[in-house]
C-alpha cells in the first residue's frame, strides 16, 4: 500500500494546486474585513436596497480576499455587504472552504440569522463565488434558509460537480485516493462530480421555491468542467454566459469572480432586476 501512497501525493498535489491557483490570489494575512461599510453591523438597509448581501468566498478563499473587488462594488452602490469565514481545517489557516460542505452551510445559517439580526431586515440576499455558489444551495434546501433568502447568485458556481478537466476520472485508478481526498479536504471530495453530497443536493430538482436564483459562467472556465454544468434548472432560473453579453470577456474561472466588473454589474441587475440595464462590454467602466 505504500508505494500507492507515494504515487497519490503528487495526484493529490496537482489537484489541490489547481484548486488553490483557482480560488484566486495567495491568501494574504486575514484580518476583519474592512468596518466602514463592508461588515459594518451598523449598516441599515436602504427603501432602495433592503436586503443586506451576504458574499460567500469560494474553495481555498477567505472572507477578505476574495472580495476586495466585489465587496466596495456593491458597497459604493448602497447596500449593506457583509462576508464570512466558513470551512476551516484544524491546523490549516487562511486557506477555508475545505470542511465537509453540509457543515459549511451550517456556518451560513448562523451567519445570516446574525446579518438579520442585526440589521433588521426579513431577507438576505447571497452572493457566491465557486464552492460559495453551491455551498448554499444546501442551507437553502436543508437548512430552512428558503424562508430567509430572497436570491441566490451564483458566479462560476459547481452546482453539479467539476471533473477538473478530466483529472478527477483518474481518481479510480488509484487505489485509497478517494479516501484520502475526503479525508483530507472533504471539500474537494464534495465537489466531484457523482458524488454523494451532489447526489443528494440535487436529487428532485436543483432550486426550491421562493428563491431567485441566477448564475454566472464564463466559456473560458478551466476548473469547473464542463462549464454548462454549473447553469440549474428551475422555474425561477436565470443562466446567464458572460460571452453571451461580451464577446470579448476572456475571464476565467478566479477572474469572473476576482475582479470581472462585466459580472459585476450581472451581479447587480440579479440583486434589483426592477432597475436593472443592459450588461455590455461597456459594463467594464460602470
Known amino acids: 500500500m505504500l508505494p500507492w501512497k507515494r504515487l497519490l501525493r503528487p495526484l493529490l498535489a496537482a489537484l489541490l494546486l489547481t484548486s488553490a491557483i483557482a480560488a484566486g490570489p495567495a491568501a494574504t494575512a486575514q484580518a476583519a474585513a474592512p468596518s466602514s461599510g463592508w461588515n459594518d453591523y451598523s449598516c441599515k438597509p436602504s427603501a432602495a ?25 456593491l458597497v459604493n452602490r448602497g447596500y449593506c455587504v457583509y462576508s464570512l469565514d466558513y470551512g476551516q481545517l484544524s491546523g490549516v489557516p487562511l486557506f477555508n472552504a475545505l470542511g465537509p460542505i453540509d457543515k459549511s452551510a451550517e456556518q451560513l445559517q448562523v451567519f445570516v440569522d446574525k446579518v438579520l439580526a442585526a440589521s433588521g431586515a426579513a431577507e438576505a440576499d447571497l452572493v457566491g463565488h465557486s464552492q460559495g ?10 437548512l430552512g434558509g428558503a424562508a430567509k433568502v430572497n436570491a441566490l447568485v451564483g458566479i462560476a458556481p459547481d452546482n ?75 422555474s425561477d432560473v436565470h443562466n446567464v454566459l458572460l460571452q453571451d453579453l461580451c ?6 474561472h478566479a477572474a469572473i469572480g476576482l475582479f470581472d466588473r462585466i459580472a459585476f454589474h450581472e451581479v447587480a441587475n440579479a440583486l434589483d432586476p426592477a432597475h436593472a440595464t443592459a450588461t455590455t462590454c461597456a459594463s467594464v467602466f460602470g
Not at 455558489?133 to 436543508?142: A, I, S
Not at 483529472?167 to 484520502?180: C, I, K, M, Q, R
Not at 464577446?247 to 476565467?252: A, H, Q, R
Open 49 to 73: 436596497h433592503p436586503r443586506p448581501v451576504v458574499l460567500v468566498h469560494g474553495t481555498f478563499a477567505n472572507s477578505v480576499d476574495n472580495w476586495l473587488a466585489l465587496a466596495p462594488y
Open 133 to 142: 455558489g453551491l455551498m448554499p444551495r444546501y442551507y437553502l434546501k436543508f
Open 160 to 234: 453539479h460537480g467539476t471533473t477538473l478537466n478530466g483529472l478527477t476520472n483518474l481518481l479510480p485508478y488509484f487505489p485509497g485516493a478517494e479516501d484520502l481526498l475526503s479525508t483530507a479536504t472533504p471539500a474537494l471530495a464534495d465537489q466531484v462530480v457523482g458524488s454523494a453530497f451532489l447526489t443528494k443536493l440535487n436529487a428532485g430538482g436543483d432550486t426550491v421555491p421562493g428563491v431567485h436564483y441566477t448564475v454566472i459562467a464564463t466559456k473560458y472556465d478551466e476548473v469547473v468542467t464542463p462549464y454548462r454544468s454549473q447553469f440549474l434548472t428551475g
Open 247 to 252: 464577446p470579448l470577456d476572456l475571464s476565467e
